[in-house]
């Protein structure tokens, strides 16, 4: 059972704009714990997209972006392309499991 | 470049165990822990524990105390993750990840192309 909530599915038009949340709690998110996001193709392992709430990595487009408020944290990603259909997962450490913890992931189709 | 090749697929009974290694190249292999994170079929990510191939000092989730062993060799920059007692929920892919230092805690920055464990009779 994650403790970071994401919504199972996300969909929009190519050259959309479409949000991911990522809630969490006081001993996660909320204790200003990092949040990062990681994007998995089908079939291949998960790649680091967003570090450290709203940091990209190199080589990672400036459609994609993130923030983090309060207990939650969000990722954004605008200009939608096919290229994009993936599951996309938020990442902290939560202190009371003193261990680091998943989102749900969110399966993001391009209509 | 950073590069995480991880050993083959493995086809386990239950009860038995599995060791999977993580070969690490491209970088300082002791000046980054290596965590492992396992996904089982159609679900999502699941943290494990991790390594300091420094001092070989090692830290797991409650879930597989126990159960898991996480160990390296410097002499050619490799980690293990060994799981005994196998059940048939333990069939999932195992990936190994480095991580890097954020502001308040750490991200996998790399990952290895993952290790699919079958536990099956």
């Known amino acids: 059972q994650s403790v970071l909530t994401q919504p199972p599915s996300v969909s929009g038009a190519p050259g959309q704009r479409v949000t991911i949340s990522c809630t969490g709690s006081?001993?996660?998110?909320?204790?200003?714990?990092?949040v990062h996001w990681y994007q998995q193709l089908p079939g291949t392992a998960p790649k680091l997209l967003i570090y450290v709430n709203s940091n990209r990595p190199s080589g990672v487009p400036d459609r994609f972006s993130g923030s983090k408020s309060g207990t939650s944290a969000s990722l954004a990603i605008t200009g939608l392309q096919a290229e994009d259909e993936a599951d996309y997962y938020c990442q902290s450490y939560d202190s009371s499991l003193s261990g680091y913890v998943f989102g749900t992931g969110t399966k993001v189709t391009v209509l | 470049q950073v590069q995480l090749v991880q050993s083959g697929a493995e086809v386990q009974k239950p009860g038995a165990s599995v060791k999977v290694s993580c070969k690490a190249s491209?970088?300082?292999?002791?000046?980054?822990?290596m965590h492992w994170v396992r996904q089982a079929p159609g679900q999502g990510l699941e943290w494990m524990g991790w390594i300091n191939p420094n001092s070989g000092g090692t830290i797991y989730a409650q879930k597989f105390q126990g159960r898991v062993t996480m160990t390296r060799d410097t002499s050619i920059t490799t980690a293990y993750m060994e799981l005994s007692s196998l059940i048939s929920d333990d069939t999932a892919v195992y990936y190994c990840?480095?991580?890097?230092?954020?502001?308040?805690?750490?991200?996998?920055?790399?990952w290895g192309q993952g290790t699919l464990v079958i536990v099956s009779s």
């Open positions: 491209g970088y300082t292999f002791t000046g980054y822990y």
């Open positions: 990840a480095r991580v890097n230092k954020g502001d308040y805690g750490y991200y996998f920055d790399y």
């Open positions: 006081s001993s996660n998110i909320g204790a200003r714990y990092d």
